[in-house]
């Protein structure tokens, strides 16, 4: 939507307008694709600002009628109220829903639903005007491009960052050069689109903070122990010069204090000073949405306290955990995640819980999703566009890919080997059913041994061994003679109990 300047009727980034045009889904959105097929709010944003991209700059008609018969079929959506919503989802929906509507574009839905979502904006605006707190006035920079000339862009500009940047915010920052030109956010726009464009760009300290937190409560951080002591570093790095993208975040300095401290880091809580009391708390943006990711990361935080002295930390631990309760008290949302973690960790301070526990209950309730929802989302799947027959085999697939490639890569590191025969194998019998080719016995047992797959299942053990297996025991005789016997009698007995099912069905 940010035209070049000086050239109205020329889109600033066309590479981002030629992405549009190639990466829309088969239902007619753009936007992340969920394992579930489920539409969110999230999708229905994203979709209208490609629609409304498209619109603006006269082309794709056709990706522009299959978007707007998406988002008609599930505008409904946009109006329930208990379903997850991006940060401030009824302001900058329903001004692309009035801008769509000044542009010429109709939506496929009744009127009413229409007015629904504009009444839903005019009620937070008319909130926002009887708040006068500082935390409302971020709130506001930070959906400014649901805004629009309702601000005052000369106080939104005093939230930019040393980068160029509105919150990270791809969205925000664009909303600045539409309607108040900025060199350094055009200057930061361009670095991330030459890049990528996810919701926060850089994918920030508090992404990869996020990625730590979830292999330590899995248990499965010393595998990546290198990766993680890389983050820590960097971060510790910006936690000494108090660099912006730890100090402006409550939730990513909650966090840095928390893993560093726990890995031997010398951190003071000083850092965290800006909301020891809960009315500093509520003047940040997180305790104007009165998140509740947020204050559970304070109280979290609060419980690493190494001397009786660190009376910070006691403060925010106070706080923080009788908000915690009171939400968890008052909200009707116990059964999400969130909530089962706030419950937990109310109840168990990490000190005094079993960590093999721990980790299995983690496992559990782990909730791929657990991040804060921010405007939008986006995230690379080199599948996302692939037909599945069903619902069932489109799970199994990712089920088997993930665990394939999570698998041999440990095991590739170990023994610099890999599974390639075994995948050209199945992919071999794959060809051979798409040709209706019939293979003579010998190219089919020739196959079936290793496609039956005990490589993975039985061999697995001896490429875990710490040692490293040499070749020559890997390539001795013996050794594959007895695997290849092991595997005809199983592809055998397998054949055998697969026709004596099948073959009454067809007989």
Known sequence: MVPLPGSPQVPCFQQCVEWILQNQQRNGSWGLNHLDSTVNKDLLSSTLACVLALKKWSVGREHIRRGLHF????????????????IGFNITFAAMVSLAIEMGLEFPVRQAHVDGILHFRDMELERLVRDKSYGREAYMAYVAEGLGNLL???EVMKFQRKNGSLFNSPSSTAAALVYNYDDKALQYL?????????????????????????????????????????????????????????????????????HLRMNG????????????????FRNSLQGY?????????????????VSENEFLLDDIAYWSGSLLT????????????????VEYTLKFPFYATMERLDHKRNIEYFDARGSQMLKTEYVWDEHSKDDFYSEQ?????????????????????????????????????????????????????????????????VLIALYFVKKRLLGSIVNDCEYNALFRLMSTCGRLLNDIQGFEVFWPLYA
Request: hydrophobic share 40%; charged share 20%.
């Open 393 to 457: 085999v489109k799970i199994l697939f990712y089920a088997t890919y993930t665990t394939v490639n999570q698998l041999g890569t440990m095991a590739s590191e170990v023994q610099n080997r890999d599974w390639l025969q075994l995948l050209r194998s199945m992919m071999t019998e794959a060809e051979w059913r798409m040709r209706r080719y019939v293979p003579t016995v010998e190219e089919y047992m020739s196959n079936a041994v290793v496609s039956f797959a005990l490589g993975p299942i």
């Open 71 to 86: 988002i008609g079929s599930n505008f409904t959506l946009a109006m329930d109220e208990q379903t997850a919503s991006p």
């Open 289 to 305: 949405l009165n998140d509740t990711k947020s204050i559970l990361e304070l109280y979290k935080a609060s419980k690493v306290s």
């Open 152 to 154: 005052d862009w000369n």
């Open 265 to 280: 880091y010398d951190v003071s809580p000083d850092q965290l000073s800006h909301v020891v009391e809960i009315s500093n």
């Open 190 to 258: 361009n670095f991330l689109v030459s890049r990528f464009v996810p919701t926060v760009y850089p994918t920030s300290i508090y992404c990869q903070l996020l990625m730590v937190d979830s292999l330590e409560k899995m248990g499965i951080s010393q595998h990546f122990y290198n990766e993680i002591k890389g983050i820590l570093d960097v971060t510790y790095s910006l936690w000494l010069q108090r660099d912006e993208e730890i100090t402006l975040d409550v939730t990513t300095s909650a966090m840095a204090f928390r």
């Open 326 to 341: 009171e939400k968890f008290l008052s909200d009707g949302g116990k059964t999400r995640p969130i909530f089962r973690e």
